[in-house]
């Protein structure tokens, strides 16, 4: 493969970009601005590559030019010393590149809406349901992403039945993608006083938030509920109608909202929650398409798969899907999710370079 004169191509649409983001015309338009530069962040790192690339291809054909000129024998034995070590990193830089080379999902880069709800095993499956939920909210923390509670519907023992919540930052669908699935703890619950280990599962489903431009909906296909919110709120909670359900009538997705004390920010939420939504509908209906052509291991996937078991008697995790186990669980439940999210990048990478 010419990595260079891929690699090029890619530098000269960098070069293009920008320019137009010099152009005052664009300047005015914050919307294209936001766009491209996306765009240039999205091939920096290729454009870093191509530069080290040439230079080494560069400084390779000037240690040849020197084996096969020069006269001096203590000049051309540094020169293949010199040349075994460029050729070396070439070929180091020509794997990397071919990492990089991967199309990206276009998804990566935006903020997502996450679901958690409680799956089978009673008081044990919401509490579990909570710290799950407390793991990602700690995880984003350590990211410095900003998170806001859509929804929250609490259970008994502390535990919650569901959880709806939005992730702001820097290339969070890429980090949360594999997250979608089944998680199942095993160990000895709070509520169970005989010692024994019992098993439990919660639902994770990670969206990436649909953008106004990508999702249009015909509001009177939406018939919106106006009741009284259930959950903390003090003075507020049944006395005044904030809380809001929005239902689709094409699909029948229902989404609601009673976080906020304002009846017209929940309306923004709901609404927020509902395009994601459907822009999810549409991704899984694109995703069942590639996976007929090619079954993936780290697939998105079938969202009742389940992907990982947390084993507190153990500290152990296990993502099932590629086979990883970490005696780490107790760092893992504060929040410490980067090793699990790496090596899971790191399968989907290899599996599309097979690909």
Same mark, same amino acid.
């Given at each position: ?71 001096? =024998?203590?000049? *051309?034995? %540094?020169?293949?010393? &010199?040349?075994? #070590?460029? @050729? ?7 794997? !990397? ?104 599962? =919660?639902?994770? *489903?990670? %969206?990436?938030?649909? &953008?106004?431009? #990508?999702? @249009? ?7 919106? !509920? ?130």
């Amino acid at each position: 493969m010419d990595y260079l004169e891929k690699l090029k191509q890619i530098k000269e649409k960098y070069d293009s970009i920008e320019a137009e983001l010099s152009d005052p015309s664009i300047l005015s338009d914050q919307a294209k601005v936001i766009e491209l530069s996306k765009k240039r962040s999205s091939l920096t790192e290729i454009v870093e590559a191509y530069i080290k690339y040439a230079k080494l291809l560069k400084d390779i054909e000037g240690n040849k030019e020197i084996i096969d000129s020069s006269k001096e =024998a203590d000049l *051309v034995e %540094m020169a293949q010393m &010199e040349l075994e #070590e460029l @050729e070396a990193k070439r070929d180091e830089l020509e794997e !990397d590149i071919k990492i990089i080379l991967i199309p990206k999902d276009p998804n990566d880069t935006k903020n997502v809406i996450v679901e958690i709800r409680a799956g089978t095993g009673g008081d044990e499956a919401g509490i579990f349901a909570n710290d799950l939920f407390r793991m990602y909210a700690r995880f984003a923390e350590l990211k410095g992403w900003k998170m806001e509670i859509m929804d929250l519907n609490d259970s008994t023992m502390n535990g919650i039945k569901e959880v709806v919540f939005s992730l702001a930052g820097n290339e969070i669908y890429g980090d949360m993608k594999f997250e979608s699935g089944v998680h199942r703890v095993q160990r000895v619950p709070a509520t169970e006083g005989s010692g024994r280990v019992h098993t439990s599962a =919660a639902s994770v *489903v990670v %969206m990436p938030e649909a &953008e106004d431009v #990508e999702v @249009e909906i015909d509001m009177s296909d939406v018939k919106i !509920d106006v009741y009284r919110s259930g959950g903390a709120g003090g003075q507020n909670v049944n006395k005044v109608e904030t809380a809001i359900r929005m239902t689709h009538l094409p699909t029948g997705i229902v989404v609601q909202c009673q976080d906020e004390r304002s009846q017209l920010k929940n309306r923004q939420k709901a609404l927020k929650v509902l395009k994601t939504r459907l822009y999810d509908m549409k991704l899984e209906e694109h995703n069942e398409e590639i996976s007929a052509a090619r079954k993936s291991v780290v697939k998105r996937g079938d969202r009742s798969d389940k992907i990982r078991t947390y084993n507190y008697p153990q500290n152990r995790v296990t993502d099932h899907r590629i086979g990883l186990t970490l005696y780490d669980l107790s760092t893992i439940m504060e929040g410490d999710l980067f090793e699990l999210i790496e090596k899971m990048k790191i399968a989907d990478r290899t599996e599309k370079l097979k690909a």
